[in-house]
């Protein structure tokens, strides 16, 4: 089993930075594929980033070159950097856990385990 709480969301201000942090518990997390999702008001939740126990790291294509994933495996803990925030990142972020998706696609994952969500905001 697989537990997973976030942290660091918050209201920013256009082309601000921001930084939110999952830490898990559980026997497991090597095993798992950590990412983000976010839902947005009104908007299905969708594929942020994601990040495998190598380090192989994939990125939506609304984030990439603005967005940095990264984990710590000895600390149990997956972050993410967010730069050059606007108003369309506005949503509810997630951190999840699984195994990897079929063929890698992972604007078509389904990670069994989540966080409870944290806001982020961004005012124009």
């Known amino acids: 089993q697989v537990q997973l709480v976030e942290s660091g969301g918050g209201l920013v201000q256009t082309g601000d930075s921001l930084r939110l942090s999952c830490a898990s518990t559980?026997?497991?997390?090597?095993?798992?594929?950590m990412g983000w999702f976010r839902q947005a008001p009104g908007k299905e939740r969708e594929f942020v980033a994601a990040?495998?126990?190598?380090?192989?790291?994939y990125y939506a294509d609304s984030v990439q070159g603005r967005f940095t994933i990264s984990r710590d495996n000895a600390k149990n803990t997956v972050s993410l950097h967010m730069n050059s925030l606007n108003p369309d990142d506005t949503a509810v972020y997630y951190c999840?856990?699984?195994?990897?998706?079929?063929?890698?696609?992972?604007?078509?994952?389904?990670?069994?385990?989540w966080g409870q969500g944290t806001q982020v905001t961004v005012s124009s």
């Open positions: 999840a856990a699984g195994l990897a998706p079929p063929g890698g696609n992972y604007s078509r994952w389904r990670p069994p385990y």
């Open positions: 559980g026997t497991t997390f090597s095993s798992y594929v």
């Open positions: 990040i495998t126990w190598g380090a192989t790291i």
